[in-house]
Structures are given as C-alpha cells and as structure tokens.
C-alpha cells in the first residue's frame, strides 16, 4: 500500500514537472520588452538564489568540496553550463519570436539524436526498432527542412544542445538540485556583470518597467528550480519507463500551445514532418516498454531458478547457503 501511495506521488510529481515544461511558453511572453540574453542572464542569477535556499534546507554541502577537488568534474561543469545556457537562451528566443512549435519539435526529437550520439561517440549498438526510428527522423527532418524552406535549426540546435547537456551529466552523476546549484554558480558572476552592463547603458528593463516587471524577472528562478525539484522528487519514485513516456508531456502542451494559443501556422507539409516524427517515437517507446517487459521476464525467471526447492516427503531438506540465506523473500515493490 505504501509502495502504491510513493508511486502515484511520484505519478503527480512527474506530471507537475512536465507540465510546467510544457506550458512554459505561457510565461517568457510576459517579460517583453526585455531580450532573450537579458532574460536569460535573469534566470541564471535568480535560480541560483533559489537553489540556494534548497540546499541549505537540506543541508547538502558535502558535493561542493568534491567539485572543487576535481579537475575534470569542475571542466565538466563548466560544458554543461555552457551548453545548457544555449539551450535555453534559444528557447527563450524562438517563444518570443513565434517559433513555438518549431522549438517543441526539439524536444520531441531530442529522444532520436540521444540516440544517435550513443551510436557515434559512445559506440553504442541498435536494434533494428530503434534504427528505423532514426531513419524514420531523418526523413521527418527532411520533409520539414523542406516545408519550412530551410532546415529546422531552431529544433535542432534545441535537441542537439540538451542530448549533449544530458550526456554531460551522466558523466558527471551528480543530483538534479546540486548540478543546477554548480551551474549557475559558474554562470552567476558573467550573467551579473552582464545585467549590470545593461544598466549602466541604460538598457536594462528591470528598473524601468515597474516592480511587476521587476517580480516576473525575479520569478525565472522559481520557474527554473520548481519543476527541476519536482523530477527530482518523481524520479526517485516511479520506474525510469515511466518517466520516459512522461517526457513527451512537454512538447505536447508546447505543440498544442504553438497551433491553438499563439496560431502559428501548420500547412500539409510540416503535418506531414511532425506525424513521421511521431511515427518514430511511437516505435521507440514500443521497443524500450517490449524490451523493458523482456528484460523483467528474464530477471524473474533467473530468480525463480536460484530459489531453493521446497521440501517434499521425505526428501532431505537442503541446508541454506550464504548466498540463498542474505536473499530476501520477496522483491521489493518499486
């Protein structure tokens, strides 16, 4: 029952997190007349106030000497703050100037170049599922490039910039709140001398259009640190199969925003892009949920073969064996 209830917190917090990715593009409209470089610098130096206060609530501390103690963690760091601040400065861009739903196909392909990556650098191998889905987003970014008129830069530098941040932290293992925390560290100084720059050329907006101007601009550290600490909070609670179908909540409500709220314009062409996308991704989650089951067949029936044969009449009961006597009884329910 316990087990039930931590899943279905983690269930509202993973549908919190993506919920607010998703409907993120409601909120950087409304601090107009500022830039994206502006807003963005904003959101470095506030995120880090807001982290901040996270860390000293659940005293983490350990992590920082660590950091400092490591060269090549620290370089890390850097690259992923470097990486993550372009990802998020396009974004912050392509919102504000009416390329809603060219930026959610970022996130929605975002899955096939993770892919794609562990194949070229990692060395990774395929099964002929996912390769079909790659192949299947290729041809989906041809077919945009050519509705579009261009290639769908925008989509592609997004999902370019976040698989490569998201494999920088898998080499770097650190935690969602900490990682954020040594990221707009790094970061805080240049994006405060940067605001203070702006406001000694008389271009800051922060000053000169009203306090709730001021609050909203404030507000891009709560809006970067909340849904983090709610994935943080539903990833320790629901299986990673899930929090993979959660994923694509985001650029859903992103591409729905983009046609229905903002109106961007859909002609054949781009329908025709965005359903091969889907196509491709609707394979690549039936691949990991059919590999995923067999991969739990396989455990459960390893299992069963190590557990010890029940008595029978008179038959010898087998004495326990280290190995058979730490087991537990029962698989602890995740």
Known sequence: ?????????GLLYGFGAYGMWGLVPLFWPLLKPSGAIEILAHRMVWSLGV????????????????????????????????????????????VNNGAVVEASLGYFINPLVTIAIGVLLLGERLRRAQWAAVGIGVA??????????????????????FATYGLIKKKLDMGGVESLAAETALLFLPALGYLLWLGAQGRSSFATEGPGHASLLAATGLVTAIPLVCFGAAAIRVPLSTLGLLQYLAPVFQFA??????????PPERWAGFSLVWVALALLTWDALRTAHRTRARLEAARTAAAPVPATAGAPVPAPTAATAAEPASEPAT
Do not use: C
Not at 69 to 85: E, H
Not at 140 to 161: C, D, M, T
């Open 1 to 9: 029952m316990k087990a039930e209830n931590e899943q279905r917190t």
């Open 51 to 94: 982290v901040g206060v996270l860390l000293l609530a659940l005293r983490r501390w350990s992590w920082i000497r660590d950091l400092l103690r490591t060269p090549r963690k620290l370089a890390l760091t850097a690259l992923a703050a470097s990486v993550i601040s372009v990802n998020w400065g396009l974004y912050i861009w392509a």
């Open 140 to 161: 989906a970014v041809l077919v945009l490039a050519i509705g579009y008129g261009r290639p769908p830069w925008i989509s592609l530098v997004l999902a370019f910039s």
């Open 257 to 266: 925003l983009g046609v229905v709220y903002f109106h961007e314009a859909m």
